[in-house]
């Protein structure tokens, strides 16, 4: 069997029709998950990207794939890595668009891919800000020399907007020539070579979307698609920020956030809607090409994304927090071996797609990994594969951890021993933090137990204190630092 897999960036769950928005509009992907199935309780093991794709890479936590718990480190050897995998079982494997695999390697030397035959890179300028800041030079990434070779150079980032800003503006590019077009492009291309030139091996495409990770730059007419005064506005406020993990208190500061007004909110959000719906667009492409192409029957499809966007609730966007807009991301899978029109209530996580893969493939893992091979629950939906999900974010000393069992949330920070406990059955906003109203504290107690004993069996141990009163590390916080940190030109003003 082929495998196509297809993630977007930034991308929280409840953003798609097929997951209960009543305004973006995403018909290919709900047309997706009506053909297969779609896991509801899904989740980033860690929400910040590199991290994240390395968990996915590896199915493995990034305390173990990368030795780090945050954007940085490089994925250590003497793992699985989905692409090594598969070519060794025969697969031919392509990976269009973003791969965020740290470090970069500086021109002249050979692109860090982890086992990709080939890879179409399109990393939102960060090699050539690192590497060519005046974009002089070729071979760095190839969306950019794309673009100068369609007359169109530079134009990518015209607008001016960095890469974690949400101040919205539409692309100054024509859609075709959008990076998400040219992901979409990209794939298709490689879709059709292969077919035609390796039609005797499987396939494994890694399409990775870099949208809708700001800048909120959709093109026209995509940037109109949706009118902000229709768009439902972000739910809570900075006001709630007081008793809940601290690091947000330091994105609002850090990124100018309290200079946005309620309306700018939501004009921001009516842009990422206006980003979803225009990826949407390009997954309908890829599909029609494997319907064209005669091979939809033999891949396994899998759309999700590597974390979410709190998109303006409680004042805060971005991510690297446990908030549902942040933790939470799509999971939808179709194709042989996956049940038609279900809905999943299991727990999974990105560390499950390679083991889950690799066995519906025929070629199950050696030996095990964190994830989890999800078979079982798509054969029988009350199959007994995991009753906690874990999630980590961050290292010592601002180390942020989550434990659910998809009724109740419990989270916790390492600076200041910040705990939250969410009801979500009553509570699925998150709006009311029980561990600071006074709750049950033998629930409280309980919870703070379950992430403890979770940290531990997964060998998350930076996260114990075995002479701390609550087992877990604590730190010095000063919320007022946080709050008056000084703004970081709001985002990443260049890449």
């Known amino acids: 069997m082929n495998i196509l897999l297809i993630t977007a960036d930034q991308l929280r769950a409840d953003a798609l029709g097929c997951y209960g928005n009543p305004v973006c509009r995403t018909p290919a992907l709900d047309a997706l998950a009506a053909s297969g199935t779609v896991f509801d309780q899904a989740f980033t093991p860690c929400p910040i990207s590199v991290p994240a794709r390395a968990s996915l890479t590896t199915g493995n936590y990034p305390h173990r794939a990368t030795g780090m718990k945050e954007n940085g480190g490089s994925i250590r050897d003497g793992q699985y890595k989905v692409a090594e995998y598969f070519d060794l079982h025969g697969y031919r494997t392509y990976a269009c668009g973003k791969l965020h695999y740290a470090p970069y390697a500086p021109p002249g030397q050979p692109r860090v891919v982890h086992g990709f035959d080939h890879w179409d ?65 990209r794939t298709i291309q490689r879709l059709r070579q292969h077919t035609a030139e390796h039609h005797d091996q499987p396939f494994l495409i890694w399409c990775s979307f870099p ?11 995509w940037a109109h698609m949706y009118d902000p005064r229709q768009v439902p506005p972000p739910v809570g406020d900075e006001s709630m920020l007081a008793t809940r993990n601290p690091h947000l208190e330091f994105i609002r500061a850090n990124c100018a956030l309290g200079s946005l007004s309620p309306e700018a909110r939501r004009v921001a959000k009516a842009y990422y809607y206006g980003l979803v719906s225009f990826q949407d667009a390009q997954v309908a492409r890829i599909l029609a090409t494997l319907d064209e192409l005669g091979v939809t029957d033999d891949t396994i499809i899998l759309y999700t994304a590597d974390h979410g966007d709190l998109m303006g609730d ?20 179709a194709g042989p071996g996956v049940p038609c029109g279900q809905r999943l209530q299991t727990l999974v996580g990105l560390q499950d797609i390679l083991p889950t893969l690799a066995a519906m493939t025929g070629h199950p893992l050696a030996h095990a990994v964190d994830g989890l091979d999800m078979r079982p629950v798509l054969r029988d939906p009350a199959a007994a594969v995991r009753q906690l999900y874990y999630a980590q974010c961050y290292d010592s000393p601002r180390q942020l951890a989550m434990v659910t069992d998809g009724r109740w949330k419990y989270c916790y920070s ?29 629930q409280l107690s309980c919870w703070r137990q379950a992430l403890t004993g979770e940290a531990q069996r997964l060998g998350d141990v930076a996260l114990i204190d075995a002479v701390s009163p609550t087992g877990l590390v604590q730190s010095p916080l000063d919320r007022w630092q946080l709050r008056n940190h000084p703004a970081n030109g709001m985002g990443w003003r260049w890449y």
């Open 211 to 221: 949208k809708p990770h700001a800048p909120l730059d959709p093109p026209m007419p």
């Open 314 to 333: 409680f004042g805060v966007f971005f991510k690297s927090d446990f908030r549902r807009g942040s933790v939470s991301v799509p999971f939808i899978m």
């Open 121 to 185: 890179s399109a990393e939102s300028g960060r090699i050539i800000s690192k590497f060519d800041p005046t974009a002089q030079l070729r071979g760095l990434e190839d969306y950019s020399d794309y673009l100068a070779d369609v007359g169109w150079r530079g134009y990518s980032r015209a607008h001016g907007i960095g890469n974690n800003d949400v101040r919205p503006c539409p692309s100054p590019l024509p859609a075709e020539h959008h990076v998400d077009h040219w992901v979409a492009d």
């Open 414 to 442: 390492q600076m200041g021993a910040v705990e939250e406990l969410y009801n979500l059955q009553d509570d699925p906003h998150e709006l009311v933090n029980l561990a600071a109203e006074g709750g049950d504290h033998r």
